[in-house]
């Protein structure tokens, strides 16, 4: 497995603003991952964060909304931009140490827009 | 169009018997699978997993089984601890396509009973 770390761990927001969260993995990974989890809801992938390019976003997301960077192999971080309350979810990291292998998740950003 | 689901919501068991929490997918090309437990504040926890060359992959209580013609799996925990209360989520994900995207179910809260 891997451990991966992420800050913070919980925010409360005012919409408008923006709130970037971090992820830190103990070794190098190939694969880095952004998902959501609204309230109620299943995890639901945001987008693939690659090393050195553009993340590869899903359906329904954006990078003007989420801006993702992934500068080296052990960190990315994700930006929740011009937020609203709809935005109010737990956002988490997951990694791949190999590709093709069990995806391992951090703790999870729990973020509260008001 | 959701490709994988958790029809039971919640499972309630008594210590000691037998949990069993089921997973439907209607997408032909997954051939990956994996069981994560959430509790609340903590991202998921990977359980076990399984490939479509497989019908059945064992891990100390818990199993899990694999019916590729009816596109079903299901988890097997037995037997059932208290600390086995969470939120269980089936995964799936088709490993020649799609990045190495995981698509998870809705999940089924799982309360063992003292």
């Known amino acids: 497995s891997a451990v991966i770390s992420q800050k913070p761990s919980r925010d409360i927001c005012q919409r408008g603003t923006s709130l970037t969260i971090q992820c830190q993995v103990d070794?190098?990974?190939?694969?880095m991952f952004w998902y959501r989890q609204q309230p109620g809801q299943s995890l639901t992938l945001i987008a693939t964060?690659?090393?050195?390019?553009?993340?590869?976003?899903e359906s329904g997301f954006v990078i003007d909304k989420f801006p993702i960077s992934r500068p080296n192999l052990t960190f990315s971080t994700l930006t929740v931009s011009n937020m609203s309350p709809e935005d109010s979810s737990i956002y988490l990291c997951?990694?791949?140490?190999?590709?093709?292998?069990?995806?391992?998740f951090g703790p999870g950003t729990r973020l509260l827009v008001l | 169009d959701q490709q994988v689901k958790q029809n039971s919501p919640s499972l309630s068991v008594q210590e000691g018997r037998i949990s069993i929490l089921n997973c439907d997918y209607t997408?032909?090309?997954?051939?990956?699978f994996l069981w994560y437990k959430k509790y609340p504040a903590e991202g998921p926890t990977f359980l076990i997993s399984?490939?479509?060359?497989?019908d059945k992959n064992e891990d100390g209580r818990f199993t899990v089984f694999l019916n590729k013609s009816a596109k079903h799996l299901s988890l097997h925990i037995v037997p059932s601890q208290p600390g086995d209360s969470a939120v269980y989520f089936c995964?799936?994900?088709?490993?020649?396509?799609?990045?190495?995207?995981?698509?998870f179910g809705g999940g089924t809260r799982v309360l063992v009973k003292p």
């Open positions: 997951s990694v791949e140490r190999l590709s093709g292998e069990t995806q391992y």
């Open positions: 997408n032909s090309m997954f051939d990956y």
């Open positions: 964060a690659n090393q050195g390019s553009e993340a590869t976003y």
């Open positions: 995964a799936a994900k088709a490993e020649e396509a799609a990045g190495n995207k995981l698509t």
């Open positions: 070794s190098q990974v190939t694969m």
């Open positions: 399984i490939s479509s060359i497989k």
